[in-house]
């Protein structure tokens, strides 16, 4: 895809200076720029890197004044930084934008899907699905019987949604996550064997949830996995069975929640972090990565460590035991004195 500069101008409500024909077909850091690309100056440390970009098109603040000659067309706007999000948003809309079904594809006949659906090849789609409005399915997806998907839902390649699963409008379920498999439900037997527990319940999603590739979440035992409206899960994150996590809560990769535990909204969960079972993890909590929770949280409370205590005792116990060396340098010079009184 190519755009002139008079285009961008009016996606973004700003002003060409310099070529309002001049193409760009990519996206660069200043420092990168080439022929051909389009990049921002929003940050003064990188002022001097506009001199001497290839960048085809430049985004700069309506104030800027250069002080040496440029090569470089620019688009003046209010707010560099902003406009140039908004134009990734906009080129990701349009770079999206796929609709169609193509071949070959599996589409069970008791399957219902709304307008401007994108499948994509080698996609299986089962018995008694409903798909909603403007879904993306790329292709290897796997839908299971009974799924529903509401609008404007992206599943990107190989994500696989087991059967009974439900996710709402305007998620982004990513590549190779797993939604639905069975939770880890084992019994022992008289034997010292381990017995298969069903896994009868389902994954719920609401509205707005990401989930990032390699992440997998269990269905229930009885009920649902509930992962509540905004939540954003990141890369490689273990989600076990009937796990409820609360509104706009984040999670960063490779945590593993383990099963029935209640998370709060609003919370921010560091990486590797390990949380127990059967636990409520309240609102507003913070948990720093690689933090080992086994106990209840009560809201707005900040943690680290493994077991996990507040924030501000873990600082001050790390500097005791960063110098417990020298401690009991001191403590055993002392000791020594005292033997031999």
Same mark, same amino acid.
């Given at each position: 895809m190519k755009f002139?500069?008079? /285009? =961008?101008?009016g996606i973004l409500n700003g002003t060409v200076d310099g070529d309002e024909g001049i193409e760009v077909s990519k996206l660069a850091k200043i420092e990168e720029g080439s022929k051909g690309s389009l990049t921002f100056l929003a940050n003064p440390k990188y002022t001097h890197y506009i001199y001497s970009t290839q960048a085809s098109i430049t985004i700069v603040n309506d104030d800027f004044v250069a002080s040496q000659d440029l090569s470089t067309t620019l688009i003046r706007v209010e707010n560099a930084y902003k406009a140039f999000s908004q134009l990734l948003e906009y080129y990701n809309q349009v770079k999206m934008n796929k609709t169609g079904i193509e071949s070959p594809v599996y589409i069970s006949e008791t399957a219902k899907y709304g307008e401007n659906l994108y499948l994509g090849a080698f996609s299986y789609i089962g018995e008694n699905v409903k798909i909603g409005d403007n879904v993306k399915i790329y292709p290897n997806v796997y839908i299971g019987d009974n799924v529903k998907v509401g609008n404007n839902t992206v599943l990107f390649t190989g994500a696989k949604l087991y059967s009974e699963t439900v996710v709402g409008e305007s998620c982004v379920i990513n590549s190779g996550v797993v939604i639905g498999a069975d939770g880890f439900g084992f019994t022992p037997n008289e034997r010292g064997e381990?017995?298969?527990?069903? /896994?009868? #319940?389902?994954v719920i999603l609401e509205d707005n949830v990401d989930v990032g590739p390699g992440t997998t979440i269990d269905r229930a035992t009885l009920g649902s996995t509930l992962i509540k409206k905004g939540v954003k899960l990141d890369n490689q994150i273990q989600i076990a069975h009937n796990v409820t996590i609360g509104e706009n809560t984040v999670i960063a990769a490779q945590t593993g929640?383990? *099963?029935?535990?209640k998370i709060g909204k609003n919370c921010i969960i560091g990486g590797q972090v390990g949380?127990? *079972?059967?636990?409520?993890? #309240?609102d507003n909590v913070k948990i720093q990565a690689q933090s080992g =929770? #086994?106990?209840?949280v009560k809201d707005n409370e900040t943690l680290q460590g493994s077991p996990a205590f507040g924030y501000g005792d873990f600082n001050k116990s790390y500097v005791y035991f960063k110098n417990l060396p020298k401690i009991m340098e001191?403590?055993?010079?002392?000791?020594?004195?005292?033997?031999n009184e």
């Open positions: 002139t500069a008079a /285009q =961008i101008a381990y017995n298969k527990v069903p /896994q009868t #319940g389902n929640v383990a *099963g029935s535990t949380i127990a *079972g059967h636990i409520t993890i #309240g =929770i #086994g106990r209840n001191r403590f055993n010079i002392v000791e020594k004195k005292v033997d």
